[in-house]
């Protein structure tokens, strides 16, 4: 009877954070989508969404990334105390995903640096890094982007030798196009030519696979009810 009822608010508590997964994604990209939509002067295609943290309304999209990220925080920690310690099944992916949700927290609370000519007057790039720029590019977008990157391939690993062939390619496609993106966006906000238009668009694209994937690894978990063999 003890063990009884130890384990349902357990359980109960691990299917909450697992849905804090399943809402962190949505809630981060339909909040850009509109912001970029309606907001006065700003480019989607070739502003980048941390930019929409600029301005009178910009700590609409400061909270969002506060908020996503610790909806995706609660989720990683859920999701790490369901993998073995050790061996094949290793918490390293889930640690992967903490470091992606921290990123996403401290960019909300260190508001980057104009850039490609957003907010109106300001240069297509800061002469120099202010400290909240710089904290926020290099201390977390930078970790956080790698390290999402890095947790599709490592959950790719283990999909694979769990037998399931399906998450593992798409594990792997979204890891690679995820990568590929981020290096095509950071062309783009570099002023490299043929990138600076798109690099707003590069951005939005590469966001939305990232989020698609642990969207739906969480919704794979809530369906499966935790079973640990399912990833």
């Given at each position: ?69 610790l909806l995706t925080l609660a ?14 099944g290793s918490r390293f992916g ?138």
């Amino acid at each position: 009877m003890h063990a009884l009822t130890t384990t349902r608010p357990t359980a109960r508590l691990t299917s909450l954070c697992y849905l804090c997964g399943v809402v962190a994604g949505p809630l981060f990209v339909v909040v850009f989508l509109l912001e970029g939509a309606t907001r006065a002067d700003y480019s989607p295609s070739r502003h980048p969404v941390s930019s929409l943290a600029l301005g009178d309304l910009g700590w609409v999209q400061s909270a969002t990334f506060v908020v996503a990220g610790l909806l995706t925080l609660a989720f990683a920690i859920a999701l790490r105390n369901a993998l073995p310690v050790r061996g094949k099944g290793s918490r390293f992916g889930a640690t992967l995903v903490g470091i992606w949700a921290i990123g996403l927290i401290g960019a909300g609370v260190f508001v980057t640096d104009p850039v490609n000519g957003y907010p109106p007057g300001t240069p297509d790039t800061p002469p120099q890094y202010s400290v909240s720029g710089a904290l926020h590019d290099l201390l977390f977008s930078l970790p956080g982007f790698l390290a999402l990157a890095a947790a599709c391939f490592v959950f790719a690993r283990r999909f694979g030798r769990r037998g399931q062939p399906a998450w593992a390619v798409y594990s792997t496609a979204t890891g690679a196009i995820f990568a590929t993106g981020f290096v095509l966006t950071t062309l783009g906000f570099a002023q490299s030519q043929g990138f600076v238009d798109i690099a707003g668009l590069l951005q939005r694209l590469t966001v939305i696979v990232g989020w698609a994937w642990l969207t739906l690894l969480a919704v794979h978990l809530l369906r499966t009810t935790q079973d640990i063999d399912s990833i």
